[in-house]
């Protein structure tokens, strides 16, 4: 069943940090899992920040505001905690990490109001500047087209029909593309969330922490989880371990993000052993656990990258 998405959403669960200067780029472009040297200003980049051992400390949607200034949009209860850890890297770098959370307004656009803003829905990852606004198209929910918009707090927001908050972050959900948070810090390689199939990794850039784990779990086929849609009848909690009703002494999978679903129960993102997934039987939690549907991704897994 479809749900109509249409209109514009505060995001007040998101943060920016700043990151200036004259190596700006080229910083971020060796501690991050995306290319950001050869980033356009068409361009946005969705990005993993990586543990030595190639886990996950934070997801951004990554774009420059000019030659000298790059936004990362993230998870706002994450934010101090990764711009402490990724300032500790910059050492001689001609750049600075700032939270900008304050300086900046965030909204959701999904379905017709995209047309009214931006003109007309964009491919994923692309990125536009409105004035003073920036615009970056996401991957689209429930086969509708998102967008976020960032522009100074000062702004006035985007024109458009309310949309509510809860229904753009089961929109979020739905589009299959995993946002970190605090209670699944360090729990997966990019892998285990499908990044490398949503642009989220480059195999071809130069290195940065973790990249020698994320190429091995890439190419010798040591890769034994992968992120799924899945719905819920009562609420479950990112972070709840996930097990084969088959097995429930040891976990499968783990819940990354959940939200409400507008026919009612919940949406839920999780990342799963693919052996539990092919057979299908699942629930979050052993005792009285809470049963699990796998729903379809709406983006295929490369095979090939």
């Not at 850890?85 to 304050?102: P, Q």
């Not at 500047?129 to 000062?154: E, F, M, Q």
């Not at 948070?181 to 997966?188: A, G, I, L, S």
């Not at 490398?196 to 890439?218: D, I, L, T, W």
């Amino acid at each position: 069943m479809t749900y109509p998405l249409n209109g514009i959403a505060p995001l007040s669960h998101l943060g920016v940090i700043r990151v200036e200067g004259e190596d700006a780029a080229k910083f971020l472009h060796g501690q991050l899992t995306q290319d950001f040297a050869l980033l356009g200003m068409d361009q946005a980049r969705l990005a993993a920040f990586l543990s030595a051992k190639g886990r996950m400390q934070a997801s951004f949607i990554g774009f420059k505001r000019s030659a000298t200034e790059v936004l990362l949009v993230c998870s706002r209860d994450l934010l101090p905690a990764t711009l402490k850890r990724l300032s500790m890297f910059v050492l001689r770098a001609k750049a600075k990490l700032t939270d900008a959370t304050g300086d900046f307004a965030l909204y959701g656009i999904a379905g017709d109001a995209i047309n009214a803003v931006a003109g007309s829905a964009q491919p994923a990852w692309s990125k536009a500047d409105l004035g003073t606004a920036t615009v970056v198209h996401l991957y689209p929910a429930n086969g509708t087209p998102r967008a976020l918009w960032v522009a100074a707090a000062t702004e006035p927001a985007p024109a458009g029909p309310a949309l509510d908050a809860t229904l753009w972050l089961w929109s979020e959900v739905q589009s299959g593309v995993a946002t970190l948070t605090t209670p699944v810090v360090e729990t997966f390689v990019p892998q285990m969330l499908n990044y490398e199939s949503v642009g989220g990794v480059n195999f071809k850039k130069g290195c940065y922490p973790g990249q020698e784990v994320v190429a091995r779990s890439q190419f010798r086929g040591t890769l034994k989880r992968r992120a799924y849609i899945a719905h819920a009848a009562a609420e479950v909690a990112v972070g709840a371990e996930v097990f084969s009703t088959s097995d429930l002494e040891q976990p499968c999978g783990t819940v990354v993000q959940v939200a409400a679903a507008p026919g009612g129960g919940f949406d839920a993102i999780v990342s799963l052993q693919i052996s539990a997934a092919q057979e299908g039987s699942l629930q979050v939690g052993t005792a009285d656990g809470v049963p699990l549907s796998l729903l379809p991704l709406p983006y295929p897994l490369l095979d090939d990258i």
